[in-house]
């Protein structure tokens, strides 16, 4: 160890009159523990949720939809697109507008005809038989309606309305408040009956990674031609994703700047240090120390105080992150989700690893160079 190093250390650790100097190296550390819990925490929970958000978006139901004007053709429009990679199954669908009645009340929303639904059982039987529906759970909330109930829905043929009864068989979700709040299901030919339609509306698409789906949707394009329309759920939620990104950005800066003024205070604190220890900076320079040796010493300082800090508030951080995800609960018709989940990515906590010390240092650098042209005649002479 040299004698640099021993004296950032005599001055951060030591007794007697270093002790004087304790409070603002105390504070120092503190602010900076805050600040990097803060980023911690603040990354951890745009992270998590973030992704669970859109787990829960991709996962309600497909992640590709093809759609065009006439659709009559669907297994060969499906042999086409079999052979892609990633594609795990492929479904034909219907789908409309209708209104649904049930005694008290009425709601619009929407009819979806397909034989193997995503959705998710809450109560009653998984089942789509002969005019029987599977309803969402927050549209049965709204209507009022159990299982076995009757539900009436009213569509539209040739400009004249038509109704028809159906038996609820279960009510179903799929974490997303919007869907579960507007779809009711059936199957593809009671959907056909229904709604008037020949043929399908669209092909719903599943794939092994919902992350793949661009790539995925330009192999589609280039094997059934541009008559088509093909959509990710990636496309339908454009808007959500731009204001979450938008919002991230916006979020990082903010998070930049309070790494920065915990920077400050280091700032201050070291140039509190070298007013106080003009005598000492003088007999260093007396015996012959240079002006580089000077600097480094508090420089050394910083890093002991950043490094030690960065630590601190990592695992601050992440304490903070896990009793907020066991404990805190939001509204689902809101956010689709009840818990805040957290994310910790190691490479973003590699990344506040470094950027920490980093800004600490810069922010020592100008008391440092102080420090360094302090004249040691001067120096003595005054103190």
Known sequence: MGFRTKIATSHLFGKG???????????????VTISVATVVVAISVMDGFDKELKRKIAGSGFHLWITGPE?????GLSEKIKGIDSITSIHPFVEGQAIFKSENKSYGGIVQGI???DVELVYGKMRLQDKEVLVGRELAAILGIFPQDKLIIITAQDKRPRM?????S????????????TTVYLSVSEAEKLLGIKGI??????????????????????????????????????????????????????????????SVTLFSCLTTSVI????????????????????????????????????AGILLGSFISWIISSTLTLPGSVY????????????????????????????????????????????????
């Open 201 to 262: 509306s669209g092909l719903g698409i599943k794939t092994a990674d919902i992350y793949k789906v661009r790539k995925i949707k330009n192999e589609i394009r280039s094997r059934i031609g541009l008559e088509y329309c093909v959509k990710s759920w990636i496309d339908l939620n454009k808007n959500l994703f731009e204001a979450l990104k938008t919002e991230r950005l916006a979020t990082g800066i903010i998070l930049i700047m309070v790494l920065a003024l915990a």
């Open 276 to 311: 106080r220890r003009k005598r000492e900076i003088g007999i260093l320079r007396a015996l012959g120390a240079s002006s580089a040796s000077v600097a480094s010493i508090f420089l050394i300082e910083a890093g002991i105080i950043s490094i030690f800090s960065c630590v």
């Open 115 to 117: 034989d193997l639904p």
């Open 164 to 168: 028809d009864e159906f038996v609820v």
């Open 17 to 31: 009159k270093a002790r004087i100097l304790g409070l603002t190296t105390l504070i120092s550390f503190i602010a």
């Open 336 to 383: 689709y989700i009840t818990r805040l989940p957290i994310e910790i990515d190691p490479i973003k906590i590699l990344v506040i690893s470094a950027l920490t010390p980093i800004l600490c240092l810069l922010s020592a650098l100008v008391p440092s160079l102080w420090a360094a042209k302090l004249d040691p005649t001067t120096a003595l002479r005054y103190e």
């Open 71 to 75: 659709l009559s053709n669907a297994e």
């Open 170 to 181: 279960g009510i179903v979700t799929t974490g997303i408040y919007p869907q579960d709040a």
